[in-house]
């Protein structure tokens, strides 16, 4: 099993990750030269201060307008469209002179029944108590969303430009190639947990918010900054919201989104903004989701000890136990054959096989019997020049590269303590022909700087590309230069020589840590 003890001590203090050659991470100091790297794209800073925050909530607003009356069913379709089954019942009830006397009282009798049950349900799933905002960031991938400046972001699968959802909820569109950068804003959104690219598309951009989904239709050949309202649909289901997650089919027909609130995953056919809740006993809601690329699967993740893998022929699924806690992260191997996951209060990667693979003897056509133990990444001490830094523990996110080389593990660490920073620990991997992980590394920012969110590049050619935003509101892209384990001859020992101004000899790629032939 690999672990910590086998990584290469962190960069010294002061001192920012740049790129990794000849398989090791160099470190050094930015400057501008560094930067203006022809492979990488735009480094964006958003200062805290030049965001404008929603200075009053849309409910407050309205004490602005004069109060004119509606008709009842007015008022009760706003009810069942802003609180579901629930809101219509409240408004019933406290329609005393406009509905009969057997109708407001039998309201009244059902709506207590189901406070009764809610109470239940709460002291069954206390994220249930939670308000909207507290149990996104409860749940996100973001490290502090709730305090986190850049709030999301999304890499467009197929060219050179990337989404990037802001902390005022402004959604700027990003493309090194333009000097238009679109800016997207919309009275729903609000708390926007997710943002992502429809796959095969060019203008399709999904976005989690708080009550509702949105789907932007942004013209990449328009020079609008500002394109209007219009151009986004809103979908929208009763008592599904908060939304937390979303993922789009490989495919892009279709599109599932999740809320901790809602034990139903909800799958969307946007083109007909029709939907098919997928219903499910126990968990307490869903919290993330996962499309594998091939497809095949989609791995929902609820509140409680379990998650489940859908298949996606016929939409059944397998129930997965933790031991411990719920399901924090996962991430899927290229071919989707395989799942790495982590589950919450743990500092350990798991890892499901779901089809046949040689040398895999617990695999079965009908699905896997267990989950293997693959990474420990428990606090381990590193000496160093500044003293002794303690590395590892809680684990908040994971990302995999598309070429299935690079597994980058979000660390949480202790912010308060300067001796056991957030870190991220980044693994080289190989799927083919049999999984191994071994140490590449960690990624350190600027003096001050925590990574709050990552992902990969989705066609970087040159090897992979790591974004990461930063706690203080900077985006920066970390590259990996190596030779592709599917080019003949190389490996995981195939780091081409680029070159660097330091020269280190520091070679791990030679010890076999973790393989499924010999774990």
Known sequence: MCSLALFPPPPPHGQTTLCESNNELLSGTITEDRLKQESSPLSLYFPRESLKLHSRTESSSKAAFLNHSETLWMRSATAWREGGFTGLLTEITNSHAEVPKWLCVTSGCILALLRRVSSFQCSLFPHLTLTSEAMIAEFSQVLNWSDCVVRAFAWHPHTDKFAVALLDDSIKIYNPKSATTPTLKHRLQRNVAAVQWKP???????????????????????????????????????????????????????????????????????????????????????????????????????????????????????????????????????????????????????????????????????????????????????????????????????????????????????????????????????????????????????????????????????????????????????????????IPHFGLNGSPSVPRPLEHSADLANQSLFTELIS
């Open 200 to 486: 095969l598309c060019a203008s399709a951009l999904a976005v989690a918010c708080q009550n509702c989904l949105l789907v932007w239709h942004v013209d990449p050949c328009s020079l609008s900054t500002r394109p209007s309202s219009g151009c986004a649909q809103v979908l929208s289901h009763p008592d599904h919201s908060p939304v937390n997650s979303i993922a789009w089919s490989p495919s892009g027909s279709l599109l599932v989104s999740a809320s901790p609130m809602d034990t139903a995953m909800i799958v969307w056919d946007v083109a007909s903004e029709s939907c098919v809740p997928l219903q499910r006993v126990g968990g307490g809601g869903v919290t993330f989701l996962s499309w594998s690329p091939d497809g095949s699967h989609v791995l929902a993740s609820t509140p409680s000890a379990l998650f489940r893998v859908w298949e996606t022929r016929m939409w059944t699924c397998e129930r997965w136990p933790c031991a411990k806690g719920r399901c924090q992260s996962a991430c899927w191997s290229p071919d989707g054959s395989r799942l790495l996951f982590t589950v919450l209060g743990e500092s350990v990667i798991y890892a499901l096989t779901l089809t046949d693979s040689p040398g895999v003897p617990t695999s079965t056509s009908t699905g896997p019997q267990a989950a293997a133990l693959v990474a420990d990444l428990s606090e381990t001490t590193f000496n160093t020049p500044d003293g002794d830094i303690i590395v590892g523990g809680e684990i908040q996110s994971l990302t995999w590269d598309p070429r299935g080389e690079r597994l980058a593990v979000l660390l949480k660490g202790h912010p308060k303590a300067a001796d056991r920073p957030t870190v991220i620990a980044v693994f080289k991997t190989r799927t083919h022909p049999f999984f191994e992980l071994l140490p590449c590394g960690f990624v350190q920012g600027e003096p001050g700087a925590e990574p709050r969110l990552m992902q990969f590049h989705p066609n970087f050619k040159a090897g992979a590309l790591l974004t990461v935003c930063w706690s203080t509101g900077k985006i920066t892209h970390v590259p990996f230069y190596f030779l592709s384990a599917g």
